[in-house]
């Protein structure tokens, strides 16, 4: 079993935005997530055809993804961005996942981007623990992708709630009102953004470590400890791209248990 392993849970800020309806006096648990057996994400495409450039001088010194966003006419930079940090990217033949990687002469960049199709609201099961004008709170069962993208082909968690309801352009026109997710096989809660207003909100809470989030994992073996922190930077395998290892090139990433 792949496990991907969450970012250290975070008590939210005591000192809220006064007046402001999105940043509560008190903190919120957001989710509870029940990890399944055989975790594999449904992130990456592995079949899709990389594109593979070598860094000219004109070139060095120029960051990673804006390198990569010159690139590509169809993709925004965070799209381009976003590709990079879910493992579309990689520098001679090592995965990267850095945005901001400054490149040098004669590395040779490859990239793996291709568009999500379009979004189609088609009816899904989907319960809803919470809604009002600005969010909609949500508990995501296993086997269901939150937006479509690249290999996603069955119904997604976005295109259900479109059918009755409006949410959130953001950066990305898959993932209106999303700040968050879940993959395909992990259950839990999800909130997601109404308005732009909420949406910005959230992302702001989301970005300063102001939402708690509390997992129940399977876990194989046997732990002897009764509590202590998982400290290692966690990134795609190189080996097989739709698997999470720990490895140098990974992501930093704290986990208290």
């Known amino acids: 079993m792949t496990q991907t392993e969450p970012r250290k849970a ?18 919120y648990i957001l989710g509870v997530v029940y990890e399944s057996l055989g975790g594999e994400t449904n992130r990456i495409n592995t079949t899709m055809e990389r594109i593979t450039y070598v860094v000219e001088e004109e070139n060095e010194g120029d960051r990673l993804d804006r390198f990569l ?12 961005q976003r590709a990079i940090r879910e493992g ?7 995965p990267c ?20 199709p379009p979004l189609t609201p088609r009816p899904v099961d989907v319960p809803v623990l919470h809604e009002d004008d600005a969010i909609i709170v949500v508990d995501k069962p296993c086997g269901l992708v939150v937006h479509p993208g690249a290999g996603t082909v069955e119904p997604t968690l976005v ?19 999303v700040v968050h997710r879940l993959d ?58 739709r698997r999470m290892e720990v490895g140098d090139h990974g992501r930093a990433a704290e986990t208290r248990f």
């Not at 579309?88 to 090592?94: E, L, P, V, W, Y």
């Not at 996942?97 to 999500?116: D, H, K, N, T, Y």
């Not at 295109?159 to 009102?177: F, K, M, N, V, Y």
């Not at 129940?216 to 922190?229: F, K, M, Q, W, Y």
Request: a negative charge.
């Open 97 to 116: 996942s850095q945005p901001s990687r400054r490149l040098r002469i004669g590395e040779s960049v490859s990239f793996a981007f291709s568009e999500p």
């Open 159 to 177: 295109e259900g709630l479109l059918c009755d309801r409006e949410l959130a352009p953001s950066d990305d026109p898959a993932r209106p009102g």
């Open 10 to 27: 975070r008590s939210p800020s005591p000192d809220p935005e006064p007046g402001n309806p999105f940043f509560p006096t008190k903190p």
């Open 184 to 241: 395909k096989d992990t259950s839990g809660v999800l909130v997601l953004a109404k308005t732009a207003d909420a949406l910005h909100a959230l992302q702001r809470q989301f970005a300063d470590r102001r939402v708690a989030k509390l997992y129940l994992a399977l876990v194989c073996g046997t732990i002897e400890e009764d509590e202590g922190l998982i400290d290692a930077p966690i990134g795609r395998d190189p080996r097989s791209p």
């Open 69 to 80: 966003s010159d690139r590509q006419a169809s993709a925004s930079r965070s799209q381009v």
């Open 88 to 94: 579309a990217a990689a520098i001679d033949g090592r």
